[in-house]
């Protein structure tokens, strides 16, 4: 299936590894020009590497750290300039823990990483988007939303903000061609779900391989599911054969969430 966006820019956040890197290849495939963004320039690079030998037609990287509240503003504003048409956020976990063992100077750090950066971003970009009558915002979110996971109460938490955010702007850029979307993973093969299952280890004084297997048996497909199958998705939305579907979640779990 041809998804209609060869040819496009896309701006894809937090992806120098794991989900976002597999979503901005995935994106390359269809011929769309991708912005690699991350903190690392040793991970941009081998990133970058990554797509090019796969056939990516046009790759740059932009090191860029969404923490630095300072320096986002004037960032911003040059990626305003580059038309783009896809801004796929995506940014790291925050660190595991029970709500309450959360201080207030971390709630605020977090907020401005997760939250803050990826909708001011967004607000740059949409001027160039609805003066083109065409746009794409594909957030990478977690199953947590959706069915909050165990010792992960900041993730939990702030993601439902973007939830709120998605859905408010989808209705508010509609008619200017722009959609608004999430796409939630499941357990999908990716360093982050390999850190996540040896802290779980640690705590439950088991292997990791142990908390894998257990976790497997938990999905109804039987196993975690791979990047690739995630970023599938996520390219799905961000084309033009999604130009219906808007202020939606897509889970792609392998059925593991069990709520409706």
């Known amino acids: ?5 060869r040819g496009r820019t896309a701006l894809v956040l937090g992806s120098s590894q794991g989900l976002g890197r597999a979503a901005a290849q995935a994106l390359a495939r269809e011929g769309v020009s991708v912005i690699l963004t991350g ?6 690079a081998a990133a970058a590497a990554i797509l090019r030998a796969d056939g990516a037609e046009d790759v740059a990287t932009e090191l860029v750290d969404l923490s630095d509240s300072a320096l986002l503003a004037g960032w911003v504003e040059r990626m305003g300039a580059r038309g783009i ?3 796929v956020t995506n940014g790291g976990g925050p660190p595991p823990g029970p709500i309450p063992a959360v201080d207030a100077d971390t709630w605020r750090q977090q907020f401005d990483t997760m939250v803050n950066a990826p909708m001011q971003i967004a607000a740059g970009l949409l001027p160039g988007m609805r003066h083109r009558k065409w746009g794409r915002i594909v957030n ?9 996971i165990p010792n992960l109460g900041i993730s939990n938490t702030l993601r439902m ?3 709120g955010w998605a859905k408010t702007l989808s209705g508010e850029v509609a008619s200017d061609g722009i959609t608004v979307n999430s796409v939630v993973p499941g357990r999908i093969h990716t360093g982050r779900t390999d850190e996540l299952d040896r802290l779980a280890a640690l705590r439950a004084n088991k292997t990791p391989q142990e908390i894998a297997q257990a976790s497997c048996a938990a999905i109804p497909m039987g196993r975690y599911g791979r990047p690739e199958e995630f970023a599938d998705a996520v390219a799905f939305m961000a084309s033009e054969r ?3 579907i808007t202020g939606t979640i897509l889970r792609v779990d392998g059925g593991m969430v069990r709520g409706i």
């Open 161 to 163: 903000s973007l939830v």
């Open 242 to 244: 999604a130009r219906y």
């Open 85 to 87: 048409d896809i801004l």
């Open 1 to 5: 299936m041809d998804l209609g966006i």
């Open 140 to 148: 990478i979110l977690s199953s947590g939303v959706v069915q909050p």
């Open 39 to 44: 903190r690392s320039p040793e991970r941009l």
